[in-house]
């Protein structure tokens, strides 16, 4: 597609529950990162996706966070057993081979934990 | 490692007006700087951006941003500001031994009064 497209928009679920973030990239593009941008919050770093490479997991901030990357393209960011912290919104964004040339954001998926 | 220190949480100011957000980081390498903006409501955009060669660098829209390495700054600034500018503003770092992962500051609100 055009650009980084993520669905939902926006998530509303209850405490406990378990979520998926979907991200689907810019067709080409190698690499893959998700962040999460908290209220008042600078962007925090989770994961990183590069080619067939094993992902950079090191920015997850527990064990209840999981990501997989399938055929190179399309990503699924992983939320179990969701709690109240959790909420924020979820950026994904992806580059080409020269990541220098900058990041193409998605627009964000807004989880709300209730 | 590295780190984004954005100085100003918020700023406010007059239309037509100039504005300078503060932007300064740490790192141990040689770094590439970013600034993003987020509209409202809507994803990160790239604004610019320093690699190499010329400190001083420029957007499309008017803003600026000069490269000291000396004092470890990339400052954002524009002469007179229009009330679109109104949105928030991320300073990032990125760098090769980190798989040019960005680092974010924790951002600048700039709102624009008539």
């Known amino acids: 597609g055009a650009g980084v497209s993520q669905s939902p928009s926006n998530k509303v679920t209850e405490k406990g529950k378990d979520v998926e973030l979907r991200c689907d990239p810019i067709?080409?593009?190698?690499?893959l990162y998700w962040y999460r941008q908290s209220l008042g919050q600078g962007l925090e770093f989770l994961i990183y996706?590069?080619?067939?490479?094993?992902?950079?997991k090191s920015g997850l901030p527990s064990d209840r966070f999981s990501a997989e990357r399938t055929g190179g393209s399309v990503s699924t960011l992983t939320i179990q057993r969701t709690q109240q912290e959790d909420s924020a919104v979820y950026l994904c964004?992806?580059?080409?081979?020269?990541?220098?040339?900058?990041?193409?954001f998605g627009s964000g998926t807004r989880l709300t934990v209730v | 490692a590295q780190s984004v220190t954005q100085l100003d949480s918020q700023v406010p100011v007059f239309e037509e007006a100039p504005v300078e957000l503060r932007c300064n980081y740490s790192?141990?390498?040689?770094?590439?700087l970013f600034w993003y903006v987020q509209y409202p409501n809507q994803g990160l955009q790239l604004l610019l951006k320093?690699?190499?060669?010329?400190?001083l660098v420029e957007s499309i829209n008017g803003f600026e941003a000069e490269f000291n390495k000396s004092q470890t700054s990339f400052h954002l600034r524009k002469p007179s500001v229009h009330i679109s500018d109104t949105a928030e503003y991320f300073c990032?770092?990125?760098?090769?031994?980190?798989?040019?992962?960005?680092?974010f500051g924790a951002g600048t609100t700039v709102t624009v009064r008539a």
């Open positions: 964004a992806s580059t080409g081979s020269t990541p220098l040339y900058g990041y193409t």
């Open positions: 067709s080409g593009h190698t690499a």
């Open positions: 996706f590069q080619g067939n490479s094993a992902p950079d």
């Open positions: 790192s141990s390498v040689s770094v590439y």
């Open positions: 320093y690699l190499s060669g010329s400190t």
């Open positions: 990032a770092v990125s760098d090769s031994r980190n798989d040019y992962k960005l680092s």
